[in-house]
């Protein structure tokens, strides 16, 4: 089992930043990818960024050149930093892990809007 806390989400106007972190505990040593979704209202989980356990990231189309993803490995913890925020970025922000095992977990979600 894998523990997930987020924290960082809030409020914020557009063109602002914020930074997510997820930290990991529990059965930390199988994980392999660490990365972040979400979900705005109405729409369907999608992917924002993700980044393996040697530092290989992939990131959505939509939020290239403003989120940088990175990890900690020592802390078991990833951050999400999100600049140049805009509206359409309010979601609902999860962090997840995918493991060696196939094995998949996932936060409980921290809330991020970005008023206009």
């Known amino acids: 089992q894998v523990q997930l806390v987020e924290s960082g989400g809030g409020l914020v106007q557009a063109g602002g930043s914020l930074r997510l972190s997820c930290a990991a505990s529990g059965s930390i040593f199988s994980i392999n990818v660490m990365g972040w979704y979400r979900q705005a209202p109405g729409k369907q989980r999608e992917l924002v960024a993700a980044?393996?356990?040697?530092?290989?990231?992939n990131y959505a189309d939509t939020v290239k050149g403003r989120f940088t993803i990175s990890r900690d490995n020592a802390k078991n913890t990833v951050y999400l930093q999100m600049n140049s925020l805009k509206p359409e970025d309010t979601a609902v922000y999860y962090c997840?892990?995918?493991?060696?095992?196939?094995?998949?977990?996932w936060g409980q979600g921290t809330q991020v809007t970005v008023s206009s």
């Open positions: 997840t892990t995918r493991h060696y095992d196939g094995g998949a977990y």
């Open positions: 980044i393996t356990n040697v530092g290989s990231t």
